[in-house]
């Protein structure tokens, strides 16, 4: 059995260590911020999840690591 999920919405993407800051723009994200734990979380709208793939793919391709992938919900669609 196959479940489809399409959330399109803003994500947050937590890595470990502290990217610079340009990498905002690279990656096609909205935000990108110095958590005081040495992470880096990164907040962007994601259209669907070939796009949310699509990001995961260049975060990959910079060896980073992946520490969370969050969906955070709109609170004005409850």
């Known amino acids: 059995m196959t479940t489809r999920i ?6 947050e ?5 502290h990217l610079d800051a340009h990498w905002a723009e690279r ?5 990108l911020v110095h958590a005081t734990d040495g ?3 990164l907040r962007g709208a ?7 793939h699509g990001l ?18 709109d609170p004005l669609s409850n």
Do not use: C, K, M, W
Request: glycine residues 4%; hydrophobic residues 45%; positive net charge.
């Open 56 to 73: 995961l793919q260049r975060i990959r391709d910079l060896n980073v690591t992946l520490i969370a992938v969050t969906f955070v919900p």
């Open 6 to 11: 399409s959330r399109s919405g803003t994500y």
């Open 27 to 31: 990656l096609d994200v909205r935000e």
């Open 13 to 17: 993407v937590r890595l470990a260590g």
């Open 46 to 52: 994601i259209s669907d999840q070939a796009a949310l």
């Open 39 to 41: 992470t880096t979380v």
